[in-house]
């Protein structure tokens, strides 16, 4: 299983921001996906999932302005992050449980400025 992360980057408040992860190793259509945040001396916390049938689900901070999408032609995984604020700040990392185990990729970094 390998996942790549990237579009992490440096944005002002209220910009926006597109994360993407390929995914492979495993057969990603079946597969439920999630994105994950890990901000400076804080524990990972989830921030959005999406089933194998596309149905998503997120933290209550990033309702309303985070959306996350699949692409399964391309096993991709995407977080579409708008409006960000400075509590945005953190690693964001990709994942999927396969085999009874949880992966991740290496995440990427966003960093949000007010």
């Known amino acids: 299983v390998q996942l790549v992360e990237s579009g992490g980057g440096l944005v002002q408040a209220g910009e926006s921001l597109r994360l993407s992860c390929v995914a492979s190793?495993?057969?990603?259509?079946?597969?439920?996906m999630g994105w994950y945040r890990q901000a400076p001396g804080k524990q990972r916390e989830l921030v959005a999932t999406i089933t194998s049938g596309h149905s998503p689900n997120y933290t209550d901070s990033v309702k309303g302005r985070f959306t996350i999408s699949r692409d399964n032609a391309k096993n991709t995984v995407y977080l579409q992050m708008n409006s960000l604020k400075p509590e945005d700040t953190a690693v964001y990392y990709c994942?999927?449980?396969?085999?009874?185990?949880?992966?991740w990729g290496q995440g990427t970094q966003v960093t949000v400025s007010s």
């Open positions: 190793g495993f057969i990603f259509s079946n597969s439920a």
């Open positions: 994942s999927t449980r396969f085999m009874g185990n949880y992966y």
